[in-house]
């Protein structure tokens, strides 16, 4: 089924992010974490997402929180964004090391601050401050690969590894969009790509780029977060949604858009204000979970593009 048109009163979807494993033991655990946050979602979908994102961020499996990718330097480097799209509060952290949750950070930031986004030294002060301990993020299986891919560029060749999710086999970046029946919010979490440059931030945190939310829809996306951010890629299906389209319509556009633009890859996952789903990918994999009055959808999945708009 491409896409989920429901009157139901509370939907939870998430993504996986791009490239990433479609493997049993992958999508439980975004299952899990859905059905997580429904708990939550008639109380406050800003915790729901939360909630979310926490388990993602807890599992080794996603390239977020422990187990984020490494960078140049053998450094976790993470941003996490989230967004109420009721009132239009904006909170994301960038570049932030040692902390369990960057989400929950970046929730704190938009609770108790006017502030908008914080990155490096900045966000880990905060978070201290904040109560958010020191944790460890760098997973062995990471910084085994990280080694690897260092060994390899010292011989002169070229890292194997898949650039998103830093192995293998592995997660990328995870997002979640929620509608209550009342509202639309989005969150996302990600280490970003493997080796990096140190202090490099990308479209998770970048409101428009891969994340946006308003009245009308709540979108997250996934891929080479510079071709996101430079073309604006989450507003412009929130715009396409205002415009008419539904979500799904919307979001292949905005791939082809993407594609043509950029000759970028990526996911996109987006829910609008009539309870609609829509997600597709230009990619390997794309895993997205849906969650409907605390159903999952068994049968949901997201659009495969990637014949049409090949990148390789
Ligand atoms: N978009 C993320 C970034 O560029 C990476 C990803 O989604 O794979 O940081």
Request: hydrophobic share 40%; with cysteine.
């Given at each position: 089924?491409?896409?989920?048109?429901?009157?139901?009163?509370?939907?939870?979807?998430?993504?996986?992010?791009?490239?990433?494993?479609?493997?049993?033991?992958?999508?439980?655990?975004?299952?899990?974490?859905?059905?997580?946050?429904?708990?939550?979602?008639?109380?406050?979908?800003?915790?729901?997402?939360?909630?979310?994102?926490?388990?993602?961020?807890?599992?080794?499996?996603?390239?977020?929180?422990?187990?984020?990718?490494?960078?140049?330097?053998?450094?976790?480097?993470?941003?996490?964004?989230?967004?109420?799209?009721?009132?239009?509060?904006?909170?994301?952290?960038?570049?932030?090391?040692?902390?369990?949750?960057?989400?929950?950070?970046?929730?704190?930031?938009?609770?108790?601050?006017?502030?908008?986004?914080?990155?490096?030294?900045?966000?880990?002060?905060?978070?201290?401050?904040?109560?958010?301990?020191?944790?460890?993020?760098?997973?062995?299986?990471?910084?085994?690969?990280?080694?690897?891919?260092?060994?390899?560029?010292?011989?002169?060749?070229?890292?194997?590894?898949?650039?998103?999710?830093?192995?293998?086999?592995?997660?990328?970046?995870?997002?979640?969009?929620?509608?209550?029946?009342?509202?639309?919010?989005?969150?996302?979490?990600?280490?970003?790509?493997?080796?990096?440059?140190?202090?490099?931030?990308?479209?998770?945190?970048?409101?428009?780029?891969?994340?946006?939310?308003?009245?009308?829809?709540?979108?997250?996306?996934?891929?080479?977060?510079?071709?996101?951010?430079?073309?604006?890629?989450?507003?412009?299906?929130?715009?396409?949604?205002?415009?008419?389209?539904?979500?799904?319509?919307?979001?292949?556009?905005?791939?082809?858009?993407?594609?043509?633009?950029?000759?970028?890859?990526?996911?996109i996952l987006a829910v609008d204000c009539r309870g609609r789903v829509g997600s597709a990918f230009n990619a390997g994999q794309f895993p997205v979970v849906v969650v409907v009055d605390g159903?999952?959808?068994?049968d949901y999945q997201p659009v495969n593009l990637r014949r049409e708009l090949s990148v390789h």
């Open positions: 089924m491409p896409y989920a048109h429901t009157m139901a009163m509370g939907i939870i979807a998430v993504h996986g992010g791009l490239d990433t494993s479609r493997e049993k033991q992958y999508i439980k655990i975004l299952q899990e974490a859905a059905l997580q946050g429904h708990e939550l979602l008639s109380k406050n979908r800003i915790q729901a997402l939360e909630a979310v994102l926490q388990v993602l961020e807890e599992s080794p499996r996603f390239n977020c929180g422990y187990g984020s990718v490494l960078n140049f330097n053998g450094i976790v480097e993470m941003d996490a964004a989230i967004i109420d799209g009721t009132s239009s509060r904006f909170a994301a952290v960038a570049a932030i090391q040692d902390v369990h949750h960057p989400i929950s950070v970046a929730r704190a930031l938009m609770e108790k601050t006017k502030d908008v986004i914080l990155a490096g030294d900045g966000a880990i002060k905060f978070a201290r401050k904040h109560g958010f301990p020191t944790a460890n993020c760098v997973s062995e299986e990471q910084l085994d690969a990280w080694q690897k891919a260092r060994e390899s560029l010292a011989r002169g060749e070229k890292p194997t590894q898949n650039l998103y999710t830093g192995l293998a086999y592995h997660g990328d970046t995870v997002g979640c969009v929620v509608w209550d029946g009342e509202g639309l919010a989005a969150a996302s979490s990600t280490g970003g790509y493997s080796l990096k440059p140190p202090g490099r931030v990308g479209d998770t945190p970048s409101l428009g780029g891969g994340i946006f939310a308003s009245r009308t829809s709540a979108v997250v996306c996934t891929g080479l977060g510079e071709a996101f951010i430079e073309t604006l890629t989450s507003k412009y299906v929130d715009e396409a949604i205002a415009a008419g389209s539904v979500p799904e319509q919307a979001i292949k556009s905005a791939l082809k858009r993407l594609h043509a633009q950029k000759g970028a890859e990526g996911g159903k999952i959808l068994e």
